[in-house]
C-alpha cells in the first residue's frame, strides 16, 4: 500500500506499488503456498495471472512433488468474472471460484466451460471461513490472501489471518476516492488487541512490516 494507505488510485491505469525487489519477495512468498486469493475486483481491475515467475521457484516446487503452480482461487459475491480472465486459464492446478448461494447456478452456467474450474457456494454474503474450510479438504495448507481491499477486511474481520505482510511504498496517493488497503469493518485487532510487529525489513525501496494478528502485544 501507499504511505496513506491506498491500494491504486482513481485513475484508468494500474497503479505499480512495489519494485522489482518486491515483486521477487512475493515470487518467493507465493512459491511457498500451495493456494493463492483475490477477490473479483481485484480480477476485473487487473487481470492478474497469479503465477510463480521464476522457473528455479517452479522447478523447487515439482521436486517436492507439488503442482508447478499454486491453485488459484476467487471469492466472489455476485459471481461475474469473466470467463476469458487469466486467473481462469493458466493451466494446472486450475481454479476455484467461491460466490455467494444466489450466485451459483449463474456462475456456475458462465463458467461452465472451463473444465479446470469449480464453482463453489459459500453462504450469503460469502463466508471466507467456509472457503478455507473447502480448500483444506483439497490438501491446501498454506493460502496466500493479496486482496483487494474487500478481501482483507473479510479475513481481516473474521479474525482467520494467521500473518499479515504489508509492503509499504515509499508515496502517497492522497485521493480520498482511492481504494484503501481495508474497509469499514468492526476487527478483532483494535486498540484493546493490537497485533505484534514481528519482523521488519527494507526490501528495494519498500518497507515490509510482518505482522501476527494472533499474537496481541
Given amino acids: 500500500m501507499s504511505i496513506d494507505g491506498h491500494i491504486d488510485d482513481t485513475s484508468a491505469d494500474r497503479l505499480r506499488l512495489s519494485d522489482e525487489a518486491d515483486f521477487d519477495r512475493v515470487d518467493e512468498l507465493r512459491a511457498g503456498c500451495d493456494a493463492i486469493l483475490i477477490g473479483a475486483g481485484t480480477v476485473r481491475a487487473d487481470d492478474p495471472r497469479l503465477l510463480v515467475r521464476s ?91 493479496e486482496g483487494g481491499g474487500a478481501v482483507h477486511t473479510a479475513f481481516l474481520s473474521a479474525g482467520l489471518a494467521d500473518e499479515l505482510h504489508l509492503a509499504v511504498a515509499p508515496f502517497l496517493i492522497g485521493d480520498p476516492e482511492a481504494p484503501r488497503f481495508v474497509h469499514p469493518a468492526d476487527f478483532p485487532n483494535g486498540p484493546a488487541r493490537p497485533m505484534r510487529l514481528a519482523g521488519v525489513e527494507q526490501v528495494g525501496t519498500m518497507a515490509v512490516l510482518r505482522y501476527l494478528p494472533g499474537a496481541a502485544t
Fill in 55 to 145: 522457473p528455479q521457484r517452479r522447478a523447487r516446487r515439482i521436486a517436492e512433488g507439488r503442482d508447478e503452480q499454486l491453485l488459484k482461487v476467487v471469492l466472489s459475491a455476485r459471481g461475474d468474472i469473466d470467463p476469458r480472465a487469466r486467473v481462469l486459464s493458466t493451466g494446472a492446478p486450475g481454479a476455484v471460484v467461491y460466490v455467494a448461494d444466489p450466485a451459483h447456478a449463474a456462475t456456475a452456467r458462465r463458467l461452465a466451460d472451463l473444465p479446470d474450474v469449480d464453482v463453489v457456494a459459500v453462504g450469503d454474503p460469502p463466508d471466507p471461513a467456509r472457503a478455507l474450510a473447502d480448500l483444506a479438504r483439497r490438501g491446501v495448507r498454506r493460502l496466500m490472501v
